[in-house]
């Protein structure tokens, strides 16, 4: 990727222009009039130098207008650069906006679909599903190159990886899995490498850099563009890392925050770009950076974001995600380029699975109606069919489908057995008794029916 011209700073720009002697100028640029989002958007002097500025002006004063105006919008974070000089943000109406959308349907008691929302087998369900997809897609930015079967396959049967881009999948699997079920409200730097250690294992040329954040001994890694062949990211040195990553863990507890305020979605995106600032690992730092954000939404109510792969999406343009970090370091640290980048993938995440479900909402509708005109079945069957299909990992038997219906245990076989005969249940021992679930493929072969 090409690299972004490196933007002016205010101090250069005012020192350029008070040495022109050039009052009217001045006036304008400071009057006032110049938003923080030329054109309706929050651009990089990258982009602006390329725009007609407006009317007296040239793009060096238009940039320094709107640095002013951004300026006082801007908060320092805790995050600094090598020479000590601080990231910050600001919380353009472009922002505010998106995270209004993500507060609207990502947090709280929200109105989604019964298939989310309903059945624990049923949110079981789109959960894992969603675990899967995010695995793979992560796995899939950093290089796996499997396909989406084959992974689904690998993580669904339990089999050992093939290779290193299974041996990936099943990592990023794994902590997703660690994330959500074994670390608690409070981020550790020792939770960070132990996520990374889950991350990468087995996968690393040097297993010895498993969990474990890089030393004076180590060479330094840097990011590479191969395409290119520079430098496009030199992170800061390592006996910072240990000190650094304290205070990396102190923001994402809400510790650093003296007496502001940090919006928890923008906190978990600015803990994301920390880590992938830091890229304290010798490898797995943008994995484990992905699955900290995950962490962090999580822990803070965003229940529906272990329902979406922002991976996916970033996937679909890897160069934009690149771009938000590049923005963020050429232009005197400003994280909001990133955040907003960010913003728009969690929106365009949900988005999409909001579609996806009234999707499969209107699958179910017509199904029902199917099963209901279906002269196939008694009403007794038809009842069940009905709640499997929703309900997939629900199990019956001869004891349970009696009490729904108050039917002896022979009517119950003669409903049963049939489905189980008719292939859309499986019939299954367990003990003295049999179990009866639906079929994986219960809605296709419904429709069929």
Same mark, same amino acid.
């Given at each position: 990727?090409?690299?972004?011209?490196?933007?002016?700073?205010?101090?250069?720009?005012?020192?350029?222009?008070?040495?022109?002697?050039?009052?009217?100028?001045?006036?304008?640029?400071?009057?006032?009039?110049?938003?923080?989002?030329?054109?309706?958007?929050?651009?990089?002097?990258?982009?602006?130098?390329?725009?007609?500025?407006?009317?007296?002006?040239?793009?060096?004063?238009?940039?320094?207008?709107?640095?002013?105006?951004?300026?006082?919008?801007?908060?320092?974070?805790?995050?600094?650069?090598?020479?000590?000089?601080?990231?910050?943000?600001?919380?353009?109406?472009?922002?505010?906006?998106?995270?209004?959308?993500?507060?609207?349907?990502?947090?709280?008691?929200?109105?989604?679909?019964?298939?989310?929302?309903?059945?624990?087998?049923?949110?079981?369900?789109?959960?894992?599903?969603?675990?899967?997809?995010?695995?793979?897609?992560?796995?899939?930015?950093?290089?796996?190159?499997?396909?989406?079967?084959?992974?689904?396959?690998?993580?669904?049967?339990?089999?050992?990886?093939?290779?290193?881009?299974?041996?990936?999948?099943?990592?990023?699997?794994?902590?997703?899995?660690?994330?959500?079920?074994?670390?608690?409200?409070?981020?550790?730097?020792?939770?960070?490498?132990?996520?990374?250690?889950?991350?990468?294992?087995?996968?690393?040329?040097?297993?010895?850099?498993?969990?474990?954040?890089?030393?004076?001994?180590?060479?330094?890694?840097v990011v590479w563009d191969e395409e290119e062949g520079q430098t496009i990211h030199r992170p800061p040195p390592a006996d910072e890392l240990a000190h650094r990553m304290e205070l990396m863990c102190r923001f994402a507890n809400g510790e650093e925050d003296g007496d502001g305020f940090i919006h928890p979605v923008v906190r978990a995106i600015l803990l994301h770009f920390w880590l992938a600032y830091e890229h304290p690992?010798?490898?797995?730092?943008?994995?484990?950076?992905?699955?900290?954000?995950?962490?962090?939404?999580?822990?803070?109510?965003?229940?529906?974001?272990?329902?979406?792969?922002?991976?996916?999406?970033?996937?679909?343009?890897?160069?934009?995600?690149?771009?938000?970090?590049?923005? /963020? %370091?050429?232009?005197? @640290?400003?994280?909001?380029? *990133?955040?907003?980048?960010? +913003?728009?993938?969690?929106?365009? =995440?949900?988005?999409?699975?909001?579609?996806?479900?009234?999707?499969?909402?209107?699958?179910?509708?017509? /199904? %029902?109606?199917?099963? @209901?005109?279906?002269?196939? *079945?008694?009403?007794?069957? +038809?009842?069940?069919?009905?709640? =499997?299909?929703?309900?997939?990992?629900?199990?019956?038997?001869?004891?349970?489908?009696?009490?729904?219906?108050?039917?002896?245990?022979?009517?119950?076989?003669?409903?049963?057995?049939?489905?189980?005969?008719?292939?859309?249940?499986?019939?299954?021992?367990?003990?003295?008794?049999?179990?009866?679930?639906?079929?994986?493929?219960?809605?296709?072969?419904?429709?069929?029916?």
């Amino acid at each position: 990727m090409k690299l972004p011209l490196k933007a002016p700073t205010v101090q250069e720009m005012v020192e350029k222009l008070s040495g022109r002697g050039m009052p009217d100028t001045i006036v304008k640029v400071l009057s006032g009039t110049v938003g923080t989002t030329p054109g309706g958007a929050y651009r990089h002097w990258d982009t602006l130098r390329h725009m007609a500025p407006p009317d007296g002006l040239t793009p060096e004063q238009w940039w320094l207008a709107v640095k002013f105006a951004r300026q006082p919008l801007l908060r320092d974070l805790p995050l600094t650069d090598p020479t000590g000089s601080s990231f910050s943000y600001c919380m353009p109406d472009a922002a505010l906006a998106l995270l209004h959308q993500v507060d609207q349907h990502a947090a709280g008691e929200i109105s989604m679909p019964e298939v989310v929302t309903g059945d624990t087998s049923a949110r079981s369900h789109y959960l894992v599903n969603s675990l899967i997809e995010e695995a793979i897609r992560s796995s899939q930015l950093e290089g796996a190159s499997t396909t989406r079967p084959v992974a689904k396959e690998l993580i669904r049967s339990g089999r050992a990886p093939k290779d290193r881009s299974e041996r990936m999948i099943v990592n990023n699997y794994r902590a997703m899995e660690f994330i959500r079920d074994d670390v608690g409200d409070v981020l550790t730097p020792d939770i960070v490498r132990e996520l990374q250690r889950i991350v990468t294992e087995g996968t690393l040329d040097n297993p010895d850099a498993a969990g474990r954040i890089q030393t004076t001994d180590d060479e330094r890694v840097v990011v590479w563009d191969e395409e290119e062949g520079q430098t496009i990211h030199r992170p800061p040195p390592a006996d910072e890392l240990a000190h650094r990553m304290e205070l990396m863990c102190r923001f994402a507890n809400g510790e650093e925050d003296g007496d502001g305020f940090i919006h928890p979605v923008v906190r978990a995106i600015l803990l994301h770009f920390w880590l992938a600032y830091e890229h304290p690992f010798e490898d797995g730092n943008g994995r484990t950076a992905r699955a900290l954000f995950y962490w962090s939404m999580r822990t803070q109510g965003y229940w529906l974001i272990e329902y979406l792969s922002i991976s996916r999406i970033i996937r679909q343009g890897s160069s934009k995600y690149l771009r938000a970090f590049l923005h /963020t %370091e050429s232009d005197e @640290r400003d994280t909001t380029y *990133f955040i907003l980048y960010h +913003l728009d993938v969690i929106c365009r =995440a949900i988005k999409e699975f909001r579609t996806y479900l009234a999707r499969k909402m209107d699958e179910v509708r017509e /199904t %029902e109606k199917s099963i @209901r005109n279906s002269d196939q *079945f008694n009403y007794r069957q +038809l009842a069940l069919l009905g709640k =499997a299909f929703r309900h997939q990992l629900r199990r019956y038997s001869f004891a349970s489908h009696p009490r729904g219906h108050n039917v002896s245990n022979q009517t119950a076989r003669s409903d049963l057995i049939p489905l189980d005969e008719h292939g859309l249940l499986t019939r299954q021992r367990i003990g003295h008794r049999y179990v009866f679930t639906p079929v994986p493929d219960l809605p296709e072969r419904l429709r069929r029916t």
